[in-house]
């Protein structure tokens, strides 16, 4: 059982979620498309990045507005 | 004589007005060849023969007296709760903000459109009611979410239809059918009595065979007129990467050269963060959803989709805080970018509509899911909550179309939709009046 495996198993028995190996199959391809995108953007640096509040996905953001 | 159905919207919308259609014909004509075509199909699983005539016998004289339409199966009908796909209502019947709005416009609801499960998924190979064919070949996907809309429109069944786009549900349907489908701006269609009113990245619009018609159903969807204006010297911004970056080659070709025949001033932008608008994208789209996922939900679901859920539960809370932080800095270098552009172009998917039978799409760097190559092009006007179209601009040598994406400022449908007309024009109708085999020659 490798790490992947591990991770999967224990973290969604923690949850009280069963998981078979189909499950298995399944999220290992899902994490072949998506994990190298997914750890990039996990290590990405973000320090800088200031979030938006209050969003309003329907209009530029405030800040924009008001420059 | 003319089939209604091969009829624009806006001549079906004239002609009933004029007197020179009768409705109760046109809605007659309209159910017998959903019946005859739909078969292969397998956009429309549910029409309204009563309601349909009800809703006529009461229709105002609105700007779409007596024109049929069919609406995405997410949003409440008088008569019938939306089932998202799935095989059981998600909502009980009653009124939507859109239904209000089509009905106020006169218009006649005369069926739901097929899509993917749970709105999950760009292809519409996934859905309680059957795969949703592409009317260029139906052994292809007609596309998702709103694939059925996408289908019903390129098949002729309908002149217009009602989407909704969550990660691209509208403009990649539309691109695999070869229509015009727009995303309005967030929150310019009103979504209560929406399946997903909760989202935070949806927003409804028209799906038409050109822009014409989508600027009509279009102003009824947002309740306000979206003028015309000429747009033959738009300054264009080009955001090579990543989205002009391994594609198919034919599609490539094909958005490159619309936009080179438009005239327009094309220049070369880079946008902060585009490079991880995929994933920011795919996180909330699907994070945010999962609270309404319970085990009633979760037992309809195919193992692959049960799995996938079961894999969404484990990604780190952390994940969503760096996709909403993505999310501002795309949506404020935007906000400067359309300063100086007034559109941005791309591609709207990487490749033409793939088999139902394997969904995969072959890029020039390998094969991959349809749904992880599509998202890449659509997820972020999403984050952006900006509008987006869908214009046909070309048919891939596998026999189903190409589409070219264009978005705007928030706001900017109507430069939009003059945009997508300006291409109509270079490219003489070629692709928006082009009928798929499907739809044979109009009677």
């Given at each position: 059982m490798d790490s992947f495996e591990l991770y999967v198993r224990n973290g969604l028995e923690l949850r009280g979620i069963d998981v078979d190996d189909k499950d298995i199959a399944v999220m290992r391809?899902?994490?072949?498309?998506?994990?190298?995108?997914?750890?990039?953007?996990?290590?990405?640096?973000l320090g800088s990045a200031a979030p938006e509040i209050p969003l309003d996905p329907g209009s530029p953001p405030r800040e924009a507005g008001e420059s | 004589?003319?089939?209604?159905?091969?009829?624009?919207?806006?001549?079906?919308?004239?002609?009933?007005?004029?007197?020179?259609?009768?409705?109760?014909?046109?809605?007659?004509?309209?159910?017998?060849?959903?019946?005859?075509?739909?078969?292969?199909?397998?956009?429309?699983?549910?029409?309204?023969?009563?309601?349909?005539?009800?809703?006529?016998?009461?229709?105002?004289?609105?700007?779409?007296?007596?024109?049929?339409?069919?609406?995405?199966?997410?949003?409440?009908?008088?008569?019938?709760?939306?089932?998202?796909?799935?095989?059981?209502?998600?909502?009980?019947?009653?009124?939507?903000?859109?239904?209000?709005?089509?009905?106020?416009?006169?218009?006649?609801?005369?069926?739901?459109?097929?899509?993917?499960?749970?709105?999950?998924?760009?292809?519409?190979?996934?859905?309680?009611?059957?795969?949703?064919?592409?009317?260029?070949?139906?052994?292809?996907?007609?596309?998702?979410?709103?694939?059925?809309?996408?289908?019903?429109?390129?098949?002729?069944?309908?002149?217009?239809?009602?989407?909704?786009?969550?990660?691209?549900?509208?403009?990649?349907?539309?691109?695999?059918?070869?229509?015009?489908?727009?995303?309005?701006?967030?929150?310019?269609?009103p979504l209560q009595g929406y399946t997903h009113e909760f989202a935070s990245m949806d927003a409804a619009g028209p799906m038409c065979r050109d822009a014409a018609d989508a600027r009509l159903l279009g102003e009824t969807l947002a309740g306000r007129q979206l003028p015309v204006s000429d747009e033959s010297a738009l300054r264009v911004g080009i955001v090579r990467e990543p989205f002009w970056t391994d594609l198919d080659p034919e599609v490539e070709r094909a958005c490159e050269e619309a936009l080179d025949n438009t005239g327009w001033t094309l220049q070369e932008v880079e946008l902060d963060g585009a490079e991880h608008a995929q994933i920011a994208a795919v996180a909330r789209l699907t994070l945010e959803a999962l609270h309404t996922i319970d085990d009633e939900h979760l037992a309809d679901a195919d193992p692959i989709m049960r799995a996938l859920v079961k894999y969404e539960r484990l990604l780190p809370a952390e994940l969503l805080v760096r996709a909403d932080l993505i999310r501002a800095k795309l949506r404020r270098a935007l906000a400067g970018l359309f300063q100086r552009c007034d559109v941005i172009a791309w591609p709207t998917v990487p490749a033409p509509a793939p088999p139902i039978e394997a969904p995969v799409v072959e890029l020039p760097s390998g094969h991959?899911?349809?749904?992880?190559?599509?998202?890449?092009?659509?997820?972020?006007?999403?984050?952006?909550?900006?509008?987006g179209i869908n214009v046909p601009v070309g048919l891939h040598s596998a026999g189903v179309p190409i589409g070219l994406q264009l978005q705007a400022g928030w706001g900017d449908e109507a430069v939009l939709l003059d945009a997508a007309e300006h291409v109509e024009r270079v490219t003489e109708r070629a692709y928006v009046d082009a009928l798929p085999p499907l739809a044979g020659t109009p009677a």
């Amino acid at each position: 059982m490798d790490s992947f495996e591990l991770y999967v198993r224990n973290g969604l028995e923690l949850r009280g979620i069963d998981v078979d190996d189909k499950d298995i199959a399944v999220m290992r391809a899902a994490d072949a498309v998506y994990g190298p995108a997914i750890r990039s953007l996990m290590e990405a640096d973000l320090g800088s990045a200031a979030p938006e509040i209050p969003l309003d996905p329907g209009s530029p953001p405030r800040e924009a507005g008001e420059s | 004589m003319t089939h209604p159905q091969d009829l624009s919207l806006r001549d079906q919308a004239a002609g009933v007005a004029s007197g020179e259609l009768d409705p109760g014909e046109v809605l007659a004509a309209t159910l017998a060849r959903i019946e005859e075509r739909d078969g292969q199909l397998r956009s429309v699983p549910s029409v309204f023969p009563e309601e349909s005539q009800r809703m006529l016998a009461e229709a105002p004289r609105g700007p779409l007296h007596g024109v049929p339409i069919a609406v995405k199966d997410m949003f409440r009908l008088p008569w019938r709760g939306p089932r998202d796909g799935t095989p059981r209502e998600q909502l009980p019947p009653g009124e939507s903000a859109a239904y209000h709005r089509l009905k106020d416009a006169g218009a006649v609801v005369v069926g739901v459109t097929n899509m993917h499960f749970w709105g999950a998924g760009s292809t519409g190979h996934v859905s309680a009611y059957g795969p949703v064919g592409n009317p260029w070949d139906p052994s292809r996907c007609g596309g998702g979410s709103s694939g059925g809309s996408a289908a019903a429109v390129g098949a002729r069944l309908v002149a217009g239809a009602v989407g909704v786009d969550g990660g691209g549900s509208i403009r990649l349907p539309a691109a695999y059918c070869g229509i015009t489908g727009l995303k309005c701006t967030f929150g310019v269609v009103p979504l209560q009595g929406y399946t997903h009113e909760f989202a935070s990245m949806d927003a409804a619009g028209p799906m038409c065979r050109d822009a014409a018609d989508a600027r009509l159903l279009g102003e009824t969807l947002a309740g306000r007129q979206l003028p015309v204006s000429d747009e033959s010297a738009l300054r264009v911004g080009i955001v090579r990467e990543p989205f002009w970056t391994d594609l198919d080659p034919e599609v490539e070709r094909a958005c490159e050269e619309a936009l080179d025949n438009t005239g327009w001033t094309l220049q070369e932008v880079e946008l902060d963060g585009a490079e991880h608008a995929q994933i920011a994208a795919v996180a909330r789209l699907t994070l945010e959803a999962l609270h309404t996922i319970d085990d009633e939900h979760l037992a309809d679901a195919d193992p692959i989709m049960r799995a996938l859920v079961k894999y969404e539960r484990l990604l780190p809370a952390e994940l969503l805080v760096r996709a909403d932080l993505i999310r501002a800095k795309l949506r404020r270098a935007l906000a400067g970018l359309f300063q100086r552009c007034d559109v941005i172009a791309w591609p709207t998917v990487p490749a033409p509509a793939p088999p139902i039978e394997a969904p995969v799409v072959e890029l020039p760097s390998g094969h991959y899911p349809a749904d992880a190559a599509n998202v890449r092009q659509s997820g972020f006007g999403n984050l952006a909550g900006i509008p987006g179209i869908n214009v046909p601009v070309g048919l891939h040598s596998a026999g189903v179309p190409i589409g070219l994406q264009l978005q705007a400022g928030w706001g900017d449908e109507a430069v939009l939709l003059d945009a997508a007309e300006h291409v109509e024009r270079v490219t003489e109708r070629a692709y928006v009046d082009a009928l798929p085999p499907l739809a044979g020659t109009p009677a």
